[in-house]
Structure formats: structure tokens, C-alpha cells
């Protein structure tokens, strides 16, 4: 019987990866970021990448090293500040981002993986994300058709995953990860601990092992915080206000 | 004497009621998290996929996977739950979210807004705005009255691109607070900061507006 | 500050109930079914209901105690076997019926809750489904437009759920109960087990307090089964198969 | 010699491939898990939301919240997952579930498929049926090869109304099995039950085929 298990990043992306493909990576910010595939990325030095997802790293981490890298064409997120490199290559004209709203963005993957070619929102009615788009009006208000997406590859990042591929996430390193897994052709989940079947609870697995294709444990990972916000300990009841 | 920063995020936290869901942006509005009245109970959502944000974790106990909107590390309360992007946006877009509180770039008399982005500027993308004022019910921007330059920020229309269209209700300032009804009953000055006269707000500002009976 | 906590079934209903309205009910079959919310239903009499949900009960259990009261209006629903009153209403015209496919009635009624007015299928092109509907190709294959679904009222049923209407399900008993958590202007929840805030654990609630807004502990639940199929022990080895 | 209930189920079986996510309807298509190949991993998936459905329980251990979606109670495996219907049909309807294996009523050699209403008879509704044929790639569709009263029930078009078109890839009767090009290319006799001739199952069938070139 085939395994879904891998022995590392490079090895969980042999033979999937080619020039001019599609590929969508989890992650809000650095948050719930597959460090481990990106790097594996960026080290195959596949070329012309079209890259869906909220964000596309920030300087020095994450989607960045690929972008660095010269190997992305075209980007589709909702939000890319904090990242010098692909600003200055937007502006100079190095490449091509579709912007999306971030809820846009989650929903045209969602409805990529289930099979939806395309939906309506209000969200970006009246705005330049409606431009070229054909609108309508749904009891009174109008809204906007946007369509599914999917991907030749979808890499994603959970903490703890199962041999089956169940996976679960951590916090909001949750993000885009669940809808991602479900829209790649191919999905491949890094994790942080990969446990048998039986150890993770049913009632609380989040994506079910029939989306993810590959997985194995991931390495090193950084973790990086974009914006660390504390508070000091004697503030405590201040702090506490919300 | 115009409102500070801070009084500003407190006539925002007067729109608070008592069970309410809300998303605040960044900025001004993040204040509004440290003034929700006493004994009411306000449950915040961070668009990234959470419930019950709470307040800075203390030095040293920060969580890299527990982050809020604007990548800032954050806490969990007993209330709280996660959830993905598309579920997060689901519950916006759906009307769930009570209140939403945002800065702004500009807002027009019929409660258009633009917020996030300035032609030949960098562009670093819309995020979740567009999705929240679309989908909150009650949307409220808080910002400056003008530009650096003097020129007003509250105008007939606005010129830079927009992040929706007829999703303002309310607008506060550093000079007072206008409601706008979005249905195209366009705007009313409802209040004045302490010690700004109407002859002040009305110079500074170029959208029309009706004035609110007590005011005038 | 207000509590979302009621007493009871009928006490969380006060108020919330007139003739005609629409009113959703979690539940596939038996299973997960918001069983002492549909009596309280019952008892109400509030009359000409359009009653959305998978099945509409079956003989002697869940919404078939509203039906039999002649409560109900209209129907949407993907399936109403094994309910003979249902039957015989329906084929006398005693009642309307509109039959929607299981995976696009879950569909609209997620729509509904999350501000979507409609989407496309490639469920039910070419059948009576498609009848009286936009249909449309993407990618060279045809779809039926769908709409979305909300309701004046949902009822659901949860395993656990804590007093700031946090709810957990339990195995297959989630089935359409968290969509439809979400597509009611107003949601009730009954749950097996009513805690405090901080006993599920955030990473593992199912539907999110936001969507319900009053909740309480039910009692008596009977949890029919109506196809009880077992296996007997000395045969263990065999049954194993799969 | 037809085939009997469990043979037929068991040419179905031998479209299982190792690695398979299934969904099987109810009657014969039961059968079939029964039947899965040793040396081969095939996940069960349940369209009321379960990925991994084990066996019936032993007696005295059925558990009310835990049942199939043809509402018998059943058990999980190790690797089982629960999940909303609305996941459960993002599942099917995004092609993720690799084959499902259904009962007809009728099918066309074009790989139209009813199964769900006879006009005139008592309306049941048609469940979950359009969403798997038109959601999952490949279909079976295993069913007697004619009426009791021996009228054909593989036609040139289907008289009942119908569950999708174009969605059956292969048709498994008591007589054998038809290949269906659901792209427009026709039907395919590719086996016949041991003991049937081509006579008989012509004489039986109102939907043009070809023979495949072993039979002929």
C-alpha cells in the first residue's frame, strides 16, 4: 500500500514541480507558514511561478526567498506590505499581483476545492476589484461574481498531522491552510509533529487526510514574529481591560 | 480644542453595545480595545481567524502561532475559538460582525470610503477592508480631518480609489462626529469637540452636511 | 450584561416565533437532531411554517410531531423517506415540497450565513433541479445557478456548548447543524452538556459563539435510531474487512 | 449463469485501486466493502460527514450519534474524521472523492443515469445521488439488467426522470459490464457474466453498444 509519508521537503516534492505552474501557500503574515516546503522550493529553482496566498512573505522569510529568487511571475494575495523586494518589482513593472480582498481571496479558494466555478459578493462592488467583472444585483444590492481557484500544487503548513493526512492547526497558524489543502491538485502538508492514526481526535481533525497527498515532519522551524507586542508583567491589570 | 487620539477611540467605543461582535482596525481603532464600557461585555474578532482577542501577552510569553490581524502577538481568553480565513470572512461578509471601527483616507457624503491605496504610492493591497465594510452592518472611520496639506479628507466625492461604496454610518474626527445615512440620505454633523465652532468644521470640510438641530 | 443561557426549550423560543415564518432545523435523519427545541415547536402551535432541513423527521420523532400538528407549510428538503404523513401530505397536495440535492441544500444554507447570494453547481444540470434556473457554462461544462438560504430562525443541536454559545458536536450528529448555526437571524442551540468559558478548547469549537444567540441544556433525549445495525461478536474477525 | 448480488459486487470491487476515497450508495453498492482487495487501502466516506466508516457495531454498542448515510449505525476506524455536510459535499463536488458506486433505475448509452423518483409513485427526494454523479470522476453504476417485466433498463434515453447526465463511466448488470464514454463516445459491452451471450444481452438491451474486440 502506497504511504503518504515523505522523509523531508525535498523529497515530498519530487516530481511534482514544473515551469509555469500554479501554487498556493497557507499562511496569514508568518504565521502558519510552510517554512520547511518554501525553502525546498526555492532550492528546486523551478522558474515562472504564479503564487496564491494572503501574503508572499516578508523581507527575509518565508515566500520572499522564492520571490528573491527570481522564480515568481505573478502573484494573486490580499495584502503584500512588509516586503521590499516585491514592492519595488510591483512598481517597476518585475511583476504582475492581482490584488484580492483577503474574504475574496479565502472564498475563491474555498470554492475552488468544492467544486464552486464561481460565486457573488458584495465585497469590491463599486471599487477597481470589480473592474472587468460582471456584476449584479441580488435582492436590491448589487455584487460582484468572482470565480474558484485552484492550483497545480497546494503546500500547507499544520501542527500536528497523522499518517493518514489528517491534519490539525495550532491558533491562528490556522488561516489559509484548511481552504488551501482542499484547492491544490497535489497537497503537501509539512507538520510539526507527525503522529499514527488514532491520535488525533475525529470530532476535532480539521482537514481530513483525503485532501493532503504527501506529508512529513517538518524541521527547524523559525517562527519568525513580524510584530512583537508585550506587555510588562506589573501592568497586568491594566492590560486586562478586554 | 480638538479631540486627541485618544478621545477620538472613546467617542468610537460609545457606538459599543452590550453583546456585540466587533472588528477594529489598525490604528485609532486598536484604542478602542481599552475603552469598552464597564458592564457591558464586547467580544473582538481578529479577521485572521479568531474570537475573543485579547490583550498583549506579557513579556517573554509571546505566541508565534497567535497573532491578530495586524501581525501583532496576542492572547486567548476563556471565550475564545479559531477558525479558518474563509469561515473568518464568512462570518463577516454574512452580517455577523456587529460594528466594525477603521481609519480612512477619505469619506464622501454618501458614506463612500477609501482607505487603501494611493495611485503612484506603494501598493501593499486591500487586505480584509474591502470584505468588512461590505459586510459589517454598522461600519465606523475614524481619522484626520485633513490631509497634512489642510485639504479635506470629508468630501463630495473622493478621488483616490475606493474601498466601498455607501458602507459609512458613521465618521468621527478630530473636530466632531458626522452620520451618514447610506441609503443616500446623506450626512449630518451630530457633534462638535469641545471648543470647535461650525464655522471651523464647515471650512475644513468639503462634503455637504446637514447640521443636527442641538448644533446648530 | 445579558446571558445567552435560557432555562429551557420553551423559554428560549419566548418571543421568537409568528406564523409564517421560516425556520431551520439541524439534523440528518435522527441524528443530531435539535430534539426538545421541535417540541417546544409543537407545543408553540405557531402555524404556516416553511421548514428547511435535510429530512423532516420520520414516523413518531422529530419534526414529524410539528407536521402531524399541521404546522407546516413548505418544505425544503434533500430526502422526507420514512415519513408516511409527510408522504401522504405531499402526494395530496397538502403540502409543498421543494426538493433540493443534499450537497447543494447544505451548500445554500452555508451561503446564506456567509453573505453569499448565490453560486454554481454542476449539481442537477440536465434534471428537473435545473428547471426554472440560470444555467451557465464554466470551462466548457454546465452549471445550475443556486441560491442562498437564510432563515427567520435556526435550531441546532450540539454535544457540548458553553454559556457564551461556543458549541462542540459529536460525530455524524454535526451534519448540517453548523451551516444552519449560521443562516438564522436568530440561532438556538441545545446541547448535551452546558459549560463554562474556558472548558472546550478554542482550537476545537465547531461553531463559534457569534452565530448563536440563546442556548441551554436540553433533557431527554431519546437519540432514536432508525436503522440499528450491528454485528455479532464472534463474527469480529470477518466484519473487519474494511 | 447471470451474475448474482454478490458477484456483482464484486466486478464493482475491482474498480477499487489502492489509495481510493469511496463513497458506496445503498443495496448492492454495500456489498462492495465487504469486498475490497487484499494489499489495498480504500477509505469509506459516509456524505453525512465521515471520512473512514468502519463496520457495524458489535450489539449492545451502537452509538445513536454515529450512523451512515443511509442511517444505519456504524463504527470508526482509526483514521476517521468527522466534518460538516457542507464540507462533506465541498468534498464530492470538488472531485476529491475518486469513485462512488450507485444503484439506477436507469441508465442511457450515454451515461445518463435515474435513480431517484418514478413519476406517479411516492416522492422520497433524491438525498445526496446528483451531488456524488456529478461531483466524483468516475461512477458506477451497478443495477438488474431489466424490469420485472423484462422491458430493458440500459435505453437509448432514459424515460424516468433523471439524477445527471452524462455522469456513468461503467455499468455493472447481472449480464456484465458496459463502458461508457460520458464525453460523447457511446457504450461499451467490455465483459459478460459467464454463461451469457451476446444474443441474450442484445435481445435485453435497448441502448446501442460495441462490443469490445475479446467478446466479439
New interface residues.
Given amino acids: 500500500?502506497?504511504s503518504k509519508v515523505y522523509p523531508d521537503a525535498a523529497a515530498s516534492l519530487e516530481g511534482l514541480l514544473f515551469q509555469g505552474m500554479t501554487i498556493m501557500a497557507g499562511g496569514?503574515?508568518?504565521?502558519?507558514v510552510p517554512e520547511n516546503l518554501i525553502l525546498a522550493l526555492r532550492n528546486s529553482g523551478v522558474m515562472d511561478l504564479t503564487v496564491i496566498g494572503?501574503n508572499v512573505g516578508c523581507d527575509n522569510h518565508g515566500m520572499w526567498h522564492v520571490l528573491t529568487n527570481g522564480q515568481i511571475k505573478k502573484v494573486l494575495?490580499?495584502?503584500?506590505?512588509?516586503n521590499k523586494v516585491l514592492?519595488q518589482l510591483?512598481?517597476n513593472g518585475g511583476i504582475e499581483?492581482e490584488?484580492n480582498?483577503?474574504?475574496?481571496l479565502?472564498?475563491r479558494?474555498?470554492?475552488?476545492?468544492?467544486?464552486?466555478?464561481?460565486?457573488?459578493?458584495?465585497?469590491?462592488?463599486?471599487?477597481?476589484?470589480a473592474e472587468g467583472k460582471e456584476t449584479r444585483q441580488?435582492?436590491g444590492?448589487w455584487?460582484v461574481m468572482e470565480?474558484g481557484l485552484t492550483a497545480d500544487l497546494s503546500l500547507v503548513k499544520a501542527?500536528k498531522g497523522?499518517t493518514?493526512g489528517?491534519l490539525?492547526?495550532?491558533?491562528?497558524?490556522?488561516?489559509?491552510?484548511?481552504?488551501i489543502a482542499?484547492a491544490g491538485n497535489v497537497t503537501v502538508a509539512e507538520v510539526e509533529e507527525l503522529v499514527?492514526?488514532?491520535e488525533l481526535?475525529?470530532?476535532?481533525?480539521?482537514t481530513?487526510?483525503?485532501?493532503v497527498q504527501r506529508i512529513f515532519k517538518g524541521t527547524q522551524y523559525v517562527?519568525?514574529?513580524?510584530?512583537?507586542?508585550?506587555?510588562?508583567?506589573q501592568a497586568?491589570a491594566a492590560?486586562?481591560?478586554? | 480644542m480638538a479631540w486627541t487620539r485618544e478621545e477620538m477611540a472613546a467617542r468610537a467605543a460609545r457606538e459599543l453595545r452590550d453583546g456585540y461582535y466587533v472588528n477594529l482596525g489598525v490604528g485609532i481603532p486598536t484604542l478602542v480595545a481599552n475603552m469598552i464600557p464597564p458592564g457591558i461585555k464586547v467580544t473582538l474578532q481578529s479577521e485572521n481567524g479568531m474570537l475573543g482577542m485579547g490583550p498583549f501577552p506579557y513579556e517573554g510569553e509571546a505566541d508565534p502561532d497567535l497573532i491578530n490581524a495586524g501581525k501583532q502577538t496576542i492572547t486567548e481568553l476563556p471565550h475564545s475559538s479559531y477558525f479558518s480565513s474563509a469561515d473568518s470572512f464568512g462570518m463577516i461578509r454574512g452580517g455577523h460582525i456587529n460594528l466594525s471601527i477603521l481609519g480612512g483616507m477619505q469619506v464622501n457624503e454618501q458614506g463612500d470610503l477609501a482607505n487603501w491605496m494611493v495611485p503612484g504610492k506603494m501598493i501593499k493591497g486591500m487586505g480584509g477592508a474591502m470584505d468588512l465594510v461590505a459586510g459589517v452592518p454598522r461600519v465606523v472611520v475614524v481619522m484626520e480631518h485633513t490631509e497634512k496639506s489642510g485639504a479635506p479628507k470629508f468630501k463630495r466625492q473622493c478621488t483616490l480609489p475606493l474601498t466601498g461604496t455607501a458602507v459609512v454610518d458613521l465618521l468621527i474626527t478630530e473636530l466632531g462626529a458626522f452620520e451618514i445615512d447610506s441609503r443616500g440620505g446623506g450626512a449630518t454633523l451630530i457633534e462638535l469637540a469641545d471648543g470647535v465652532g461650525l464655522d471651523e468644521i464647515q471650512s475644513k470640510t468639503e462634503a455637504h452636511f446637514r447640521v443636527c438641530s442641538t448644533l446648530a
Wanted: glycine share 12%; net charge negative; with cysteine.
Fill in positions: 500500500m502506497t496569514f503574515g508568518l504565521c502558519g494572503n494575495a490580499s495584502y503584500v506590505g512588509e514592492e510591483y512598481m499581483i490584488f480582498p483577503q474574504g475574496t479565502a472564498e479558494i474555498r470554492a475552488g476545492g468544492a467544486g464552486i466555478p464561481a460565486f457573488y459578493t458584495r465585497t469590491g462592488y463599486g471599487t477597481a476589484v441580488f435582492q444590492e455584487h470565480t501542527w497523522d493518514e489528517n490539525v492547526y495550532r491558533k491562528t497558524a490556522r488561516n489559509f491552510n484548511p481552504m482542499t499514527q492514526p488514532g481526535e475525529p470530532d476535532q481533525i480539521h481530513p487526510g483525503i485532501f517562527k519568525y514574529i513580524e510584530r512583537l507586542t508585550t506587555r510588562p508583567r497586568a492590560g486586562e481591560a478586554h
